[in-house]
């Protein structure tokens, strides 16, 4: 099977093919053009908030088969500032990477920086979390600040609302996302960028479904699911994405914000999500822990002493062919940042392999045992 997104033609940013579906669930595999090339999904994007994915060079975001990497404008506006990587030739020469990156438009800041933003009706005050000074930033200013970063891939400015909230609250954000997703579908945009807006609504469904037909109704490059995995229950978070995708077309990308849970990114592909960001394998690497087939597990336990097996046996990164988790241990334990690299590395390998398998399964007919065999290793070991 295979949907062509609208009349994009061959190599044209925008164009999203079907690859293939599952015949027991609405998981699909697809190929994503972007001006700075293809992306294959199911995909996960390391998230490189401040023009870095922590502890990784480029040359080995490459080599971990990484396609397409996040940054975050709120972020990039506080330090170095716009116009310093408009001097420098936007963030893909700023930062070494030639392939694809999606910018988050600063929305999320609103949820994250919640002590420090004042919200209303044209946008958001925020306090700088560096230096205390004041910055606005609304869809007009979100949206020049992404097409000076030149990313492929441009977020909506949107209210991502808390777990729990008020229907009332809900609403008021979703009413203001709706607003400011107009605005920003009106704006200028950097040669080939693409916008994608983002459905609100909290954990209620009426709101998460007016919210997506609306910005159907404004036309969108693609579309993603906001504010899950912001505290809730699993079965509040699933519902969340069932009530956010239900209307969303199926012949344009869909994107679960911040979703870094691997049985729950394979629950969402079940249910048609196509791409994912998360900061868990680079922040949990930076505490010291191991993700693996089966979950993870805390490297720097003392269990792990005298361990000289690879963090994970079968593992092909290149933390796991050269090193033990012993020496592994050994580093994070003494503080030196070489540890936290390896491990990183790993966790990265990990996350992205498990995308490699899944769009394997999809294409190979076999999505639903594979769902089924994750659901016993990571479940079982929780």
Same mark, same amino acid.
């Given at each position: 099977?295979?949907v062509?997104?609208?009349?994009?033609?061959?190599?044209?940013p925008g164009?999203?093919?079907?690859?293939?579906?599952?015949?027991a669930?609405?998981?699909?595999?697809?190929?994503?053009q972007?001006?700075?090339?293809v992306?294959?999904?199911?995909?996960?994007m390391p998230?490189?908030t401040? @023009?870095t994915?922590?502890?990784?060079? !480029?040359r080995?975001?490459?080599e971990?088969?990484?396609q397409v &990497?996040l940054?975050n404008?709120y972020?990039l506006?506080i330090r170095?500032g716009?116009?310093?990587?408009e001097?420098?030739?936007?963030?893909?020469?700023? +930062?070494?990477?030639?392939?694809?990156?999606l910018?988050?438009?600063?929305?999320?800041q609103v949820?994250s920086?919640?002590?420090?933003?004042?919200?209303s009706?044209?946008g958001?005050?925020f306090?700088s979390?560096?230096?205390?000074?004041?910055?606005f930033?609304? !869809?007009i200013?979100?949206?020049a600040?992404q097409?000076?970063?030149?990313?492929? #891939?441009? +977020?909506?400015?949107?209210?991502?609302s808390p777990y !729990?909230?008020?229907?009332q609250?809900?609403?008021?954000?979703?009413d203001?996302? %709706?607003?400011?997703?107009?605005l920003c579908?009106e704006?200028?945009?950097?040669p080939?960028q693409l916008?994608?807006?983002? $459905?609100?609504?909290g954990?209620?469904?009426?709101?998460?479904?007016?919210?997506?037909?609306?910005?159907v @109704?404004?036309?969108?490059?693609g579309?993603a699911v906001?504010?899950?995995?912001?505290?809730?229950?699993? !079965?509040v978070l699933l519902?969340?994405?069932?009530?956010?995708?239900?209307?969303?077309?199926?012949e344009?990308?869909?994107?679960?914000m911040?979703?870094?849970?691997m049985?729950q990114? #394979?629950?969402?592909?079940?249910?048609?999500v196509d +791409?994912?960001?998360?900061v +868990?394998p680079?922040r949990?690497?930076?505490?010291?822990?191991?993700?693996?087939a089966t979950g993870y597990?805390?490297?720097?336990?003392?269990?792990y002493?005298?361990?000289?097996?690879?963090?994970?046996e079968?593992?092909?990164c290149y933390?796991?062919r050269? $090193?033990?988790?012993?020496?592994?241990r050994?580093l994070?334990? $003494?503080g030196? %940042?070489l540890g936290?690299r390896?491990?990183t590395?790993?966790?990265v390998?990990r996350?992205l392999?498990?995308?490699?398998?899944?769009?394997a399964? &999809?294409?190979?007919?076999?999505?639903?045992?594979?769902?089924?065999e994750?659901a016993t290793?990571?479940?079982?070991?929780e």
């Amino acid at each position: 099977m295979a949907v062509v997104s609208g009349n994009y033609g061959p190599g044209v940013p925008g164009r999203f093919e079907i690859t293939a579906t599952d015949s027991a669930s609405a998981a699909r595999a697809g190929v994503l053009q972007t001006a700075h090339g293809v992306v294959e999904t199911p995909v996960f994007m390391p998230v490189g908030t401040q @023009a870095t994915v922590k502890c990784l060079e !480029p040359r080995d975001l490459t080599e971990l088969g990484a396609q397409v &990497i996040l940054g975050n404008t709120y972020h990039l506006i506080i330090r170095p500032g716009i116009e310093v990587i408009e001097a420098c030739g936007g963030l893909h020469r700023f +930062m070494g990477w030639d392939g694809p990156i999606l910018t988050d438009s600063g929305g999320f800041q609103v949820f994250s920086l919640s002590g420090l933003r004042k919200i209303s009706d044209d946008g958001v005050t925020f306090q700088s979390h560096v230096d205390g000074k004041r910055l606005f930033l609304g !869809p007009i200013e979100a949206m020049a600040a992404q097409r000076g970063l030149g990313s492929d #891939i441009a +977020m909506c400015f949107d209210e991502c609302s808390p777990y !729990p909230c008020t229907s009332q609250s809900a609403c008021q954000a979703v009413d203001k996302t %709706i607003s400011w997703a107009a605005l920003c579908a009106e704006q200028e945009r950097a040669p080939g960028q693409l916008v994608f807006g983002i $459905v609100q609504g909290g954990e209620y469904r009426e709101l998460r479904e007016r919210c997506a037909r609306e910005l159907v @109704a404004i036309g969108f490059n693609g579309y993603a699911v906001g504010g899950v995995s912001v505290g809730e229950p699993e !079965p509040v978070l699933l519902q969340g994405i069932d009530d956010g995708v239900r209307l969303l077309p199926l012949e344009r990308p869909r994107y679960v914000m911040g979703l870094g849970d691997m049985w729950q990114i #394979i629950e969402a592909v079940a249910r048609g999500v196509d +791409m994912f960001d998360c900061v +868990m394998p680079t922040r949990h690497a930076r505490n010291g822990s191991a993700f693996t087939a089966t979950g993870y597990y805390p490297v720097k336990a003392g269990a792990y002493k005298v361990d000289t097996r690879p963090v994970e046996e079968g593992c092909s990164c290149y933390c796991c062919r050269n $090193v033990s988790r012993a020496y592994v241990r050994h580093l994070l334990n $003494v503080g030196e %940042i070489l540890g936290v690299r390896l491990l990183t590395i790993h966790n990265v390998h990990r996350y992205l392999e498990v995308m490699r398998e899944m769009r394997a399964a &999809i294409s190979g007919g076999s999505f639903a045992e594979w769902r089924w065999e994750c659901a016993t290793r990571l479940r079982v070991n929780e």
